[in-house]
């Protein structure tokens, strides 16, 4: 857990970057480096190998590198401009500056690499982006246009041991979520004993009086859910989880296909744990949930494509062979859901909602709204139709509940949480709200409905009207802010302007549950701060993405 | 099972691709024209041109005497404005973009390479330089959205499983291209201008000339080039051949809708092919300004109509599953 | 002492062109509970469709209609015989009643969820504070002292106005103008209550008569709050404060929109006016409970 101390630490580190002292590689002994590794040990070395892979890959620094132990440390080759700093957790390096053993690898192939050859597969990446249109939608001024994510092209690694205790804890968190849910629908028993205060649940906009006594199946309110995840010194922790609509999973996908084509070598070198079997999961996952068929009839439902995750839902209802529909394809009749074909009706059976639960349906929840199906709530409350996820869920991803996640699963499962929650300090308790107008300056000030990095205010790089501003905004509304610690982000090794340069990344891992299945995408989207020194990793405010390899077990290369 | 929001999608791709290929090639024909036409043919050229697309010429024509002088600069803003005037709806500029918008909306449908072939001609033909372009060739630019259409078609050719999509496109290709060949003919058989319209020009704008002279004569006749361009049920751009294509695609979309009693876009276009198969067409006088030909292009509007109310905007009722 | 209510109500829509099909939810059935017995409910639709009966949130039971052919206008109509036992006069005091022993009473999230804003019902607008800041509305000794002062005091601050706002207006409305109908007044007394830590709800039904003329002949809407020793206990500001035999009870929520009488959508580009007719006759004739 990031303590006071810590936090005041980071705020200096953040002014003032501290970079460890590195050797200066020579560029003579590179060289011959370079020459002496020229035996691969690859199955697809370029001599007396079958000519596919290897001979269609153009790019020179996708080789394997056998005693790479010798030759790459943090400063030498290519990471000539790389700072290492000991505030900040360091994927790729050792403080000290040494290779980490599941980078080991990756690190020596880097490091041998000249700027023109990373160029070049970083050009190659971002070219199959856009000509695939791997887009999201942004608004500005007025007009909407198409944007591609950024997109680096060095790969985040983590060993398969650091991976399987994150996987274990995403899996506790969401079992205690869903049953969290089940109860505040239900008995509210966790309310009665309260181990949340009943006004942070019974007073948030996101809790739907209408699912109230709704039977949902298998009591899996969470199918989809999508939690963001950190690295500290002080190991992983959970900065936030998207139990509505999360999105990012198509971006998941689309890395690792652009990677494992850029540089295919250093991918089959490495056993990277799959990810490319999501649609799969997820239709499996969304199909377990019906009660009606062997064969069910699964819809993704989206705003339309001017929505800023149009690509994924295209994407997602395309791989899974669903129908990709929206509200106006939808029609409900007998409390029944079907959809509008060229030769009539068809009934549905699933529907993967990508649409705010608000939107869902104008004759129950919001009747200005034009995205929605008539009746879809009643077709789902006479259990004709499973929505996925279910209306309501936000309340569980609020950003003030958020706090009580911990007791939350110490309540339902009787067991210790296994990823820490990062400090926050609720401005709607009296404690909270002192601790946050007296270090203003040293803390993150979230609005507790806001999200994609807007309405916050980041203390250390606030101005004193900026604070004074939100102080006042604090003090008329306390119940609508908490704070937390500058959180001091693990960084990345990133190729930008011709250098690796360490950025701050976070990661958005992706947890299905269906009716006994349940699968936890190994790894998730990869988060890069791109802007030097920022800690703001969403797309919106200038964010990119790399890929994040998983290996099969904690050793890199055999 | 096909979303009916994604077959009218399809079947508008496929149309905005038909007339973006029908205005290049129309283009092209007039541009190449500039080296040896004179200007008097030019100028009804340009003319008709507007009208085949259904719009008037929006620039007045140039004084006479000085005609020669504007020519250029007046086929160059003519041109301009069928290729990349963004507020002229069926500029070719237009068309892609709007085919690219129904591709986009088909995303989870469209094999990714018809995607990126599309979307690639897209960008390049925003990014293009008219002006540059202009200076090498006045008919370069539409010479090349030709080739890059006919790269797309081969894509789509290859890549399109022949299902329910594949059908609607086909639907959307060929009224389209009923309702640009009627109104060709509707001008070349109702319009009396300063300058007779020239067969051969019709033949080659409808790629038809060469397979002309090879089933009939070098010397082109009228009627022959009438009936030819109505009836021959070889030639890709003939109203038979749209017409058979039509009824085909309706069939494998809507199979019970093609027996008795038959659904109305069937019973429909039953009676265009009928109307082709009468001798009335064919005899059309191009003297005595027929609208045997207009009454065709109307009737292929209706057409398109009772497609969308068939399979696109039915009533709810009426799609109830019995 | 116990009333019989034959009541009838009827939407009618028009459109002023075709609409492809239409979506309607209805909470028009008076409740069975222990004090209201419904001998019969019966609804009909033109067009007719496939009606569906849910149970709402808070027990309001709903109903659900599609109907999916072209149509031009849309008659809904319910009728139903409901049987009212009058409830016991709210006392004006009663032993245990004070701050504490409330507060101490609220155990259930249903309680919980009274206290909370609601779309309509919001306690901590600015304009509620000045406006009782303006009147000198301050919470009483105890709850139930409160409560009958409230209903005396929003009677006399406000003046009921039929058409003086219309079923979406928020409070604000009836707090600027001093003018509105029993929706508002309700909304304005949930508000209230809520802001002093009282839990309250709306109900929404309708307002019988002794005789035939004499109840209204609208849907009618008052307030329930929680109060320790009494439970839920039914107060009407637009009329003579408690709850009696007269009030026919339908559908309960933290306030209007979560049992309107009536919510619908349709499909296709037209106009719509709804015109309603409400008729409540007691039929039984006053009585002793069999």
Sequence with gaps: MVNRQLALRVVVALVQPCPVQCNSADAHSLLQQRFRTKTYINLRSEEGNPPDMATTNHYAFDRVIPDSRQNAS??????GNYNLSACFYDEMFHSDGSLRGATRSLGAALANADASQLAQVQEGVVRRFVHEGITFTVLREGKTSEQIIPIDCVPRLLSGAEWNLVDLGLRQRLTA???????????????????????????????????????????????????????????????????????????????????????????????????????????????????????????????????????????LAGEMGAELVEGRDLVVHDATVFVRSVLGLRRIDVIYRRVDDGFLDPVTFRSDSLLGVAGLFHAYRAGNV???????????????????????????????????????????????????????????????????????????????????????????????YIAQPVLDLSRAACFIDGHLEPRHVDVRSFVLRG???????PGGLCRVALRKGSLVVNSSQGGGCKDFWVLANSEDLQ | MMLARAAADFYWMARYIERAENTARLLENQLTGLVDTSIEELAVGWRVLYRVLGQS???????????????????????????????????????????????????????????TCMNQGFLWLRECDYTASWAEGPSVLP???????????????????????????????????????????????????????????????????????????????????????VRNPELPRSLRFATRRIQHALSEIDPTGARYPLAPPHRFVLRLAAEIESDSMVEANPLEGDALFSNFLKESLALHDLIVAEYVAYPINKGLPS | MSVLYSITHELHYRYSGAVRGSTTTLYLAPARTLRQLLHSFVLETDPGGPVFEFDGPFGS????????????????????????????????????????????????????????????????LPALASFMKARGFKKGPTPLKSVHRLWMMLREAFEY???????????????????????????????????????????????????????????????ECWLPGLGWVGFDSVNDGACDERHVRVGVGRDYADVPPVRGVFQGVSESRLTTRVEVVPGGGRGAVP
């Design chain 1, 177 to 315: 979520l869903n049953l969290f849910l089940h109860d505040i629908y239900g008995d509210g028993k966790c309310l009665r004993d309260g181990v949340v205060p009943y006004e942070l649940v019974l007073g948030c906009p996101q809790y739907r009086v209408e699912m109230r006594g709704v039977k949902v199946p298998s009591a899996v309110y969470v199918s989809i859910c999508g939690t963001d995840i950190i690295r500290t010194h002080d190991g992983f922790a959970v900065l936030e989880d998207n139990l509505r609509v999360p999105s990012g999973v198509s971006y998941m996908l689309a890395c690792r296909g652009a990677m494992k084509q850029a540089i295919p070598r250093l991918y089959r070198a490495h056993t990277v744990r799959e990810v490319a079997h999501y649609p799969q999961h997820l239709y499996t996952t969304l199909a377990s949930l019906s009660q009606r068929s062997d064969n069910p009839r699964v819809a993704v439902l989206t705003p339309g494509r001017y929505n800023a995750a149009y690509y994924e839902h295209a994407f």
């Design chain 2, 57 to 115: 010429v929006s620039v007045a024509p140039a004084p006479m005497g000085e005609a020669e002088a504007y020519l250029m600069a007046d086929a160059y803003t003519l041109a301009a404005t069928l290729m990349e005037d963004a507020h002229n709806p069926d500029s070719i500029l237009q068309c892609w973009t709007r085919a690219r918008d129904n591709a986009m909306q088909l995303r989870p449908w469209l094999p990714v390479r018809v995607w």
């Design chain 1, 386 to 480: 499973v929505i996925a996820n279910a209306p309501g869920t936000g309340v569980a991803d609020d950003k003030a509940l958020y706090s009580y996640v911990p007791d939350i699963i110490r309540y339902f499962l009787a067991e210790e949480p296994i990823l820490a929650n990062v400090t926050t300090h609720l401005c709607r308790t009296r404690e909270g709200l002192a601790y946050t107008l007296e270090h203003l300056d040293q803390l993150v000030v979230k609005e507790v409905g806001g999200s994609g990095g807007y309405g916050m205010l980041i203390g250390p790089h606030s101005t004193a009207s900026e604070r004074s501003e939100f102080a006042t905004r604090i003090r008329a509304y306390p119940a609508d």
């Design chain 1, 74 to 79: 943090a400063g030498s080759g290519a990471f």
């Design chain 2, 143 to 229: 010479a090349e959205v030709i080739n890059r259409l006919r790269l797309l078609a081969g894509v789509i050719h290859a890549r399109m499983p022949r299902d329910n999509a594949w059908y609607f496109m086909e639907l959307g290709r060929y009224v389209e291209r009923l309702q640009r060949q009627a109104a060709l003919l509707d001008i070349w058989t109702g319009t009396v201008e300063e300058v007779p319209l020239s067969w051969t020009s019709l033949l080659r704008v409808c790629t038809a000339y060469e397979a002309y002279c090879r089933l009939y004569s070098m010397v082109v006749r009228p009627d022959q080039a009438l009936e030819y361009l």
């Design chain 1, 515 to 521: 009716r006994d299945v349940s699968w936890v995408a």
């Design chain 3, 61 to 124: 039971r709903g109903h659900f209609c599609s109907r999916p052919s072209e149509h031009f206008e849309l008659r809904i109509r319910a009728d139903s015989r409901v049987e009212v036992i009058a409830p016991d006069p709210v006392p004006h005091a009663i032993e245990g009643d004070s701050w504490e022993s409330l507060e101490s009473s609220l155990v259930e999230p249903e309680q919980w969820l009274m206290l909370q804003p609601s779309r309509y019902a919001r306690p901590h």
């Design chain 3, 161 to 223: 106005a039929p058409g003086s706002t219309s079923v979406d207006s928020p409070i604000e409305a009836i707090l600027s103008s001093g003018r509105g109908v029993c929706q508002d007044y309700a909304h304005v007394m949930i508000s209230i209550l809520r802001r002093w830590g009282i839990p309250s709800r709306y109900v929404s039904g309708y307002l019988g008569g002794a005789t035939e003329g004499s109840g209204s002949n609208e849907s009618h809407a008052w307030v």
